[in-house]
């Protein structure tokens, strides 16, 4: 007997390259770049929760004097990381630890070429940032219909009780 064992899908996101990527990030990350990682963490949130996936955003601080440093929201892993080290090359040393792990799948979002390029060649699946905000646009359309569609079923004591039971009901109505 054969047993199928899904796979565990993880999504690395390069934060940065997605909020330079997407039109309306962009423009709210000239103003305010906290404010545009929160649009991003939040947006990534309801994509792994929908797929059911695990999620790590990456973002640079190759030019800031820190530590590495991470946080969590439910499924999501927010990546900041240590000084002089890119976004790239955490990513790179991240899916390199899952290369020989049959039971993961592991998507990577970015758009920069070399990148894509050593994602492929290390077993993983790369997603352009415009194939992400697509897939998220798709998925947010599908929660909405489902949502729309659970509401629009109309819920009446016909669809809630046993047909004995309203037959009882009717007969003590009608004695009244």
Do not use: C
């Amino acid at each position: 007997m054969k047993f199928h064992v899904k796979k565990r899908e993880i999504l690395v996101v390069d934060g940065y390259n997605v909020i330079n990527a997407w039109n309306h990030l962009s423009e709210v990350s000239k103003q305010d770049l906290p404010t545009a990682r929160e649009m991003l963490e939040d947006m990534i949130e309801e994509y792994i929760e929908y797929f059911g996936m695990e999620g790590y955003i990456v973002y640079d601080a190759y030019n800031v004097r820190s530590k590495e440093r991470e946080e969590q929201k439910g499924r999501l892993h927010i990546i900041f990381t240590k000084e002089n080290q890119t976004a790239d090359s955490y990513i790179e040393k991240f899916i390199a630890q899952y290369k020989n792990k049959r039971h993961f799948e592991l998507k990577v979002v970015t758009d920069d070429m070399a990148e894509q390029q050593l994602v492929l060649g290390k077993g993983a699946t790369r997603i352009s940032t415009r194939e992400l905000e697509l897939d998220f646009q798709k998925s947010r359309t599908d929660i909405k219909k489902q949502i729309e569609e659970m509401y629009s079923e109309r819920n009446t004591i016909d669809d809630i009780l046993d047909a004995d039971i309203l037959r009882q009901l009717d007969k003590m109505r009608k004695k009244e």
